[in-house]
């Protein structure tokens, strides 16, 4: 059994190692696609923590969210993270997804406050606001 801990103490040490290293790395991509991309997820779990704390948002879309957020911090994935390029593919698209139900659900301007990046992303997956 004491084995057993060990081994998964080790496990989330490495875990949790191999997210700061690539926290680092993010930081110090240039600004471009590239960097809005490795941008992206991190800023959707700010804007559903933020958007759920909202109470202008509807249950419907809370939930449509939390279950984006639990998608994301699944281990069981679709698509394996290992994979260059595609691997986070399943998480950008179920989270665009939520935040576009949500968004049909809340006034355009709670969900541009909630979103911490850069807002030309936000509007480009919100789409032209309706007439």
């Known amino acids: 059994m004491r084995d057993w801990?060990?081994?998964?103490a080790i496990a989330v040490v490495?875990?949790?190692?191999?997210?700061a290293l690539l926290i680092l790395l993010v930081r110090r991509l240039p600004?471009?696609?590239?960097?809005?991309?490795?941008a992206f997820v991190p800023d959707c779990v700010t804007t559903v923590r933020r958007?759920?704390?909202?109470p202008r948002v509807p249950r419907r879309a809370k939930i449509a969210v939390l279950i984006a957020a639990i998608w994301v911090a699944?281990?069981?994935?679709l698509i394996p993270?290992?994979?260059?390029v595609i691997g986070p593919?399943?998480?950008?698209?179920?989270?665009?997804?939520?935040l576009?139900?949500?968004?049909?659900?809340?006034?355009?301007?709670?969900?541009?406050?909630?979103?911490?990046?850069?807002?030309r992303l936000i509007e480009r997956l919100l789409g032209t606001p309706p007439p």
């Not at 801990?5 to 998964?8: D, F, M, P, R, S």
């Not at 600004?31 to 490795?38: F, N």
């Not at 958007?51 to 909202?54: K, M, S, T, V």
């Not at 699944?74 to 994935?77: N, R, T």
């Open 89 to 98: 593919l399943d998480d950008i698209v179920v989270v665009a997804l939520a």
């Open 74 to 77: 699944s281990p069981v994935d």
């Open 100 to 119: 576009r139900y949500a968004a049909r659900r809340v006034p355009r301007d709670v969900i541009l406050a909630a979103w911490p990046g850069q807002p």
């Open 51 to 54: 958007l759920r704390a909202d």
């Open 31 to 38: 600004p471009g696609i590239m960097r809005d991309l490795a």
């Open 5 to 8: 801990l060990v081994g998964a």
């Open 81 to 84: 993270e290992f994979l260059p």
């Open 14 to 19: 490495l875990l949790l190692v191999s997210w």
